[in-house]
């Protein structure tokens, strides 16, 4: 039985940017408040399995209580992480929270601000973060906490198949960057098949992106390294992802296109759930 499991609480749903690929969706216009919050990560805790807590969304700066929610996760004195688009993230707000991450996680798909508005990755309005603004965002996290470490998720979909960021999070010198196979959603409501690709597809994205930093790709390798930075090539994620979504019930993306509501973490003990949850522990060993 694994004892270090990273749990992801995805906090709340909405967010400010609309990708197209998008698979942030629980059903749940409400937002928890900390006191929900606080009961559930109680509850994770006790089950003794659990080692990190990543912080994710929708996008998670969008809840009112998020840092709330991040004190009450360090208050079991484990690491906390974060993963946002980075919009919200103001040199303020770097200043007073960077202190309290392990790791902060940027979603970013593409750089080019054509590419991020095909994605969807910018605001109502269509603004997007530039390759310079990211990079300012890394330094100031950097020094206000040397020891933050940095990643990079990139969901390879459609739109972005033939982009090649691998100049960029090098200069960046992120500690780990990785690389998604969009994964097909489908609630009845959000669908974003229309911009699936195929491994073929996928093993070109991650090959070219290798081949720009000097390592060969050989498509059953899940985990690469270029110098320090850690690159991880995941096909698939399926069954190797533990995510409470913003409704406060623990998740499973195995049974079809969507979640399936495996337990509600608000009521009921986090590690009977985990007895019926699908787990695969080998695709979830694969990428740590
Ligand atoms: S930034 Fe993340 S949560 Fe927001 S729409 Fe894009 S993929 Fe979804």
């Known amino acids: 039985m694994n004892k270090n499991l990273k749990v992801n609480l995805h906090v709340c749903e909405h ?7 998008c698979f942030a969706k629980f059903g749940c216009k409400e937002t928890l408040p900390i006191e929900n919050w606080e009961m559930i990560i109680e509850n994770v805790m006790q089950s003794g399995r659990v080692r990190e807590i990543n912080i994710a969304g929708g996008e998670p700066l969008l809840h009112p209580q998020m840092m709330d929610i991040v004190d009450a996760v360090r208050s079991y004195d484990i690491p906390v992480s974060l993963v946002t688009n980075g919009s919200l993230m103001t040199k ?5 929270n960077a202190k309290k991450f392990k790791t902060i996680g940027f979603s970013v798909d593409a750089l ?4 991020q508005r095909s994605i969807g ?6 603004a997007v973060i530039s390759a310079e603004e990211f990079g300012e965002k890394i330094i100031l996290l950097r020094e206000v906490n040397p020891e933050i470490k940095i990643k990079i998720n990139t969901v390879v979909s459609q739109i972005n198949k033939l982009d090649n960021l691998a100049n960029y999070i090098q200069a960046w010198n992120v500690d780990r960057w990785k690389l998604l196979k969009m994964q097909i959603f489908d609630d009845g409501k959000h669908c974003n098949e229309g911009i699936a690709i195929n491994d073929q597809e996928y093993d070109a994205y991650v090959n070219n ?11 059953e390798k899940v985990l690469y390294q270029a110098g320090n930075m850690e690159i991880v090539a995941e096909r698939q994620l399926r069954g190797g992802y533990l ?13 079809n296109s969507s979640y399936t509501k495996i337990s509600d973490c608000q009521k009921e003990s986090f590690h009977e759930g985990l007895k019926r949850l699908t787990f695969y522990e080998e695709v979830y060993a694969s990428r740590y």
Request: proline share 4%.
């Open 92 to 96: 303020n707000w770097i200043m007073q």
């Open 243 to 255: 995510m409470i979504g913003a409704n406060g019930f623990l998740l499973d993306d195995t049974k």
């Open 15 to 21: 967010c400010n940017y609309h990708c197209e690929h």
């Open 112 to 115: 080019t601000p054509e590419l």
């Open 209 to 219: 992106a290798l081949s720009a930093l000097g390592i060969d790709f050989h498509p």
């Open 121 to 126: 990755r910018c605001t109502g309005s269509g």
